[in-house]
């Protein structure tokens, strides 16, 4: 018999939508969440049996109203709660492909920013480590050891 490695795991996901013309990021300020609030990037839970892509789609759609396709994955972000015995692991996606009509959404306010307007101060808790996966090629993951809890860079590289 060998070693089993099942363990408890939260699937989320968030999407940097990006306007090529403009230079400006969807940006969302999310009511329901449990960290510090801020502006974030659309995106939300996989449902069990949903692929993870699928998700991401979905959950720009419910909470934007617009339709994204042509996805690239960035990396990922995970928090682990050590006593409970499990993990959320957040998937990053990000794509300047999207058509419809931008409309707000029960879960905060909705609207494009530029880009270099996102810093620590007005942004939510993480999110700035969350935006160097985003946006910066060597950077793929980051890892709190609480749930929730500040995010660290890792140091994987992506490869060129």
Same mark, same amino acid.
């Given at each position: 018999?060998?070693?089993?490695?099942?363990?408890?795991?939260? #699937?989320?996901?968030? /999407?940097?939508?990006?306007?090529?013309?403009?230079?400006?990021?969807?940006?969302?300020?999310?009511?329901?969440?449990?960290?510090?609030?801020?502006?974030?990037?659309?995106?939300?839970?996989?449902?069990?049996?949903?692929?993870?892509?699928?998700?991401?789609?979905?959950?720009?759609?419910?909470?934007?109203? #617009?339709?994204?396709?042509?996805?690239?994955? /960035?990396? /990922?972000?995970?928090?682990?709660?050590?006593?409970?015995?499990?993990?959320?692991?957040?998937?990053?996606?990000?794509?300047?492909?999207?058509? @419809?009509?931008?409309?707000?959404?029960?879960? @905060?306010?909705?609207?494009?920013?530029?880009?270099?307007?996102?810093?620590?101060?007005?942004?939510?808790?993480?999110?700035?480590?969350?935006?160097?996966?985003?946006?910066?090629?060597?950077?793929?993951?980051?890892?709190?050891?609480?749930?929730?809890?500040?995010?660290?860079?890792?140091?994987?590289?992506?490869?060129?």
């Amino acid at each position: 018999m060998g070693i089993n490695r099942a363990q408890k795991v939260e #699937l989320v996901n968030m /999407c940097m939508v990006y306007d090529s013309n403009t230079k400006q990021v969807l940006v969302e300020d999310k009511t329901d969440v449990d960290w510090e609030f801020g502006h974030t990037f659309p995106g939300g839970h996989v449902e069990p049996g949903e692929p993870v892509a699928n998700a991401m789609i979905r959950e720009v759609f419910e909470e934007t109203g #617009l339709h994204i396709s042509q996805l690239e994955a /960035c990396g /990922c972000v995970e928090w682990f709660d050590q006593q409970a015995g499990y993990r959320k692991i957040g998937f990053l996606y990000r794509t300047n492909h999207f058509s @419809g009509t931008l409309k707000q959404g029960d879960e @905060g306010r909705i609207f494009w920013l530029p880009l270099a307007d996102l810093n620590t101060k007005n942004t939510a808790e993480s999110f700035m480590e969350m935006l160097a996966i985003f946006t910066e090629p060597t950077t793929v993951s980051a890892v709190s050891s609480t749930m929730n809890g500040q995010l660290h860079l890792t140091a994987n590289q992506k490869d060129d």
